[in-house]
C-alpha cells in the first residue's frame, strides 16, 4: 500500500518539533491519508525525509503505539492500525449521532439544569454565614500547621471515620459545651456540613420519602433531600420553630409517615428562634412514637448572646433518635471544609462505609491541626472572644437599623449567631437583594429560605465580616433604596 510522502509536513518554532510531528502524524492517520493497515518508513527514514533527529521520530511512533493508532508486527515493520473506524475526520470530532446530541442526562441533572445556581460567589460585606476571618489567630494556627508538616504519618490515609485524636477532643468539646452524649467512636469526621446532610440523606432515606423540613429553614438541607428524591414536607412553625403541639395534632403526618425530619432546635434557621427544654423533649417523644430520624443542625449555637448556649436536644435523653450534626466552618473559617456527625453506636459501621463511596477521607494534616487547637486551648478561646466581638456587631447593627430605616422595617432580634433578620412586608425581597448587590453589600432574601409560599419577606444580614464602617455605609444603602421602592 503507498505511503504519502512525509516532505509535506511542516514544521514551526512556536511549539516542540516531538508535539507537532504526533499531532500531524495523528491528523494523517484520522483524515485516511494514512490509511489502515498502510506500513510506516523505518524510523531512519522518516527521520531523514522529516529532518528530524531518530530518537524524535522513535518516541512519537512509541506514544501512537501506545494510543493505539499503530501497531508494529515482527519482522515486518511500523503499521497503521487495520481496525480504525472509517470516516473519522478527527478524535475530536467523534459526535454521538448525526446531530451531534450528546446522551440523555438523568431525571435528576434534569432539575438542576431548570434551577438556578446558587453558590456563595463573592464574599461582600453582609454575605451570610462569614466569620470575620479578620480576627482568626492564623500565627497560632500556622505554627500548629508547621509542627505537624514533617510527620510523614499524616502524609497517607488514616480512615474514613477520622483522626482519632480530633474525634477523642471533639467528643469531649461537645459533652462538656453542649451537652452532647457521645464518645469518639460515634463521631465520624466529614468534608463540611454538607457532606454530613448528604450521608444522612443517603443512609436513612429511600427514593420517594417524606422528608419534614423547617420553612423557613436551610436551603442546603432541601438540596441534599432533593439529590436523594426525597419528598419534601414542610414543618408547622410557629416564633419559636417547629410548632410541636401542631405537629402532634397533625393528622396529616400519620398520613405520612416521615421517614425523617431536618431541624436546627437551638438556634432556628434563619429565624434565631429556640425551642424550650419541655418543646424539646416533646419532639422527641413524637419523633420516637412516630419512629422519625431527627437530624439536629447546630451550626452556630455558640454564638448567643445573653445567656449560655442552650444543651443539645441529642443529650436530652439516654436513647434518642438524634442524629447530630456540626460544622468548623462558622467557628473558624469555611475553607477548612470540615465538620462532624455524632450517630448512634449501631448506626457507626453503615455511615463510615457510606462515607467511603461518596467521598473517602477528610484531609488528614487538617483534622490533625484542629485537634491541637482544640486540644491546646485555642479554639475556646477564639470563641470566647468571637462571641463578645459579635455581640458588639449585632448590637451595633441593631441600633442602625432602628435609628436609620422605616418603620416598617422589624429586624427579628431572636436572630443572633452570625446575621441578622429583617422582615419588610410586602416588598421583591430578589430584587432588593440584587440591587444591594450592585450597591457593593452581600444579603440573602429572606423568602428564599422557604420551602413553600413564604409568609414573610425581607433580608438575612450577615454581620460577622463587616467593620463599623461597613455596617454604616450598607445600611446607609439600604435606606436609599427602601426610599425608592
Known amino acids: 500500500m503507498e505511503v504519502p510522502s512525509f516532505s509535506s509536513f511542516e514544521f514551526n518554532t512556536g511549539r516542540p518539533l516531538q508535539e507537532q510531528l504526533q499531532h500531524q502524524l495523528t491528523q494523517w492517520i484520522c483524515t485516511g491519508r494514512l490509511s489502515s493497515g498502510s506500513r510506516l518508513p523505518s524510523s531512519r527514514r522518516l527521520a531523514s525525509e522529516l529532518n528530524v533527529s531518530r530518537n524524535t521520530v522513535t518516541i512519537v511512533l512509541e506514544q501512537l503505539k501506545s494510543e493505539g493508532f499503530l501497531e508494529s508486527i515482527q519482522g515486518k515493520g511500523v503499521y497503521v492500525t487495520s481496525d480504525l473506524p472509517k470516516g473519522i ?35 461582600l460585606p453582609f454575605t451570610p454565614g462569614i466569620p470575620d476571618i479578620s480576627s482568626f489567630p492564623q500565627k497560632t494556627w500556622l505554627q500548629i500547621q508547621r509542627r505537624h508538616q514533617d510527620r510523614t504519618s499524616l502524609m497517607g490515609y488514616d480512615g474514613n471515620q477520622g483522626y ?46 417524606a422528608v419534614l423540613v423547617e420553612s423557613p429553614g436551610y436551603l442546603g ?23 410541636i403541639i401542631a405537629l402532634q395534632n397533625s393528622n396529616i403526618m400519620s398520613t405520612l409517615k416521615p ?21 424539646r423533649l416533646k419532639l422527641l417523644d413524637w419523633a420516637a412514637t412516630q419512629n422519625t430520624w431527627l437530624i439536629e443542625d447546630d451550626y452556630d449555637s455558640e454564638f448567643h448572646y445573653f445567656h449560655k448556649p442552650i444543651a443539645a436536644l441529642q443529650g436530652m435523653a439516654e436513647q434518642t433518635p438524634v442524629i447530630y450534626m456540626g460544622s468548623f466552618s462558622k467557628a473558624l473559617f469555611p475553607s477548612l471544609r470540615l465538620g462532624y456527625l455524632v450517630v448512634p453506636e449501631a448506626l457507626v459501621k453503615v ?34 472572644k468571637m462571641r ?5 456587631k449585632w448590637q451595633h447593627l441593631i441600633d442602625l437599623i432602628n435609628r436609620e430605616l422605616p418603620l416598617e422595617v422589624n429586624p427579628i432580634l431572636q436572630s443572633a449567631g452570625m446575621h441578622l433578620a429583617i422582615e419588610i412586608p410586602n416588598i421583591d425581597d430578589l430584587t432588593l437583594k440584587k440591587n444591594f448587590h450592585q450597591q457593593g453589600f452581600g444579603s440573602s432574601a429572606l423568602s428564599s ?32 433604596l427602601l426610599q425608592e421602592h
Open 164 to 209: 482519632a485524636p480530633l474525634r477523642e477532643s471533639l467528643a469531649e468539646y461537645l459533652k462538656l459545651s453542649r451537652g452532647v452524649r457521645c464518645k469518639p467512636e460515634q463521631i465520624i469526621i466529614t468534608q463540611g456540613a454538607q457532606q454530613a446532610i448528604s450521608l444522612c440523606a443517603q443512609v436513612l432515606l429511600n427514593e420517594g420519602d
Open 351 to 384: 455511615f463510615i462505609k457510606a462515607k467511603s463511596y461518596m467521598g473517602g477521607e477528610s484531609p488528614l494534616l487538617t483534622q490533625a491541626v484542629v485537634a491541637d487547637f482544640i486540644n491546646e486551648g485555642h479554639f475556646v478561646r477564639h470563641l470566647r
Open 449 to 480: 429560605y422557604y420551602n413553600d409560599k413564604p409568609t414573610k419577606t425581607g433580608l438575612v444580614l450577615g454581620f460577622a465580616n463587616t467593620t463599623q464602617y461597613q455596617r454604616e455605609e450598607g445600611i446607609t444603602a439600604l435606606k436609599s
Open 388 to 392: 463578645l466581638l459579635y455581640q458588639e
Open 259 to 279: 421517614k425523617l425530619m431536618y431541624i436546627t432546635p437551638t438556634h432556628q434557621y434563619p429565624l434565631g428562634g429556640i425551642l424550650s427544654a419541655s418543646q
Open 89 to 123: 475526520t478527527s478524535p475530536s470530532n467523534v459526535s454521538w449521532n448525526k446531530k451531534g446530541a450528546l446522551p440523555e442526562l438523568s431525571n435528576f441533572a434534569q432539575y438542576l439544569n431548570q434551577t438556578p445556581l446558587m453558590e456563595h460567589g463573592e464574599i
Open 221 to 243: 438541607a432541601r438540596k441534599a433531600f432533593l439529590a436523594r428524591r426525597a419528598s419534601l414536607v414542610s414543618c408547622p412553625m410557629s416564633e419559636n420553630g417547629v410548632d
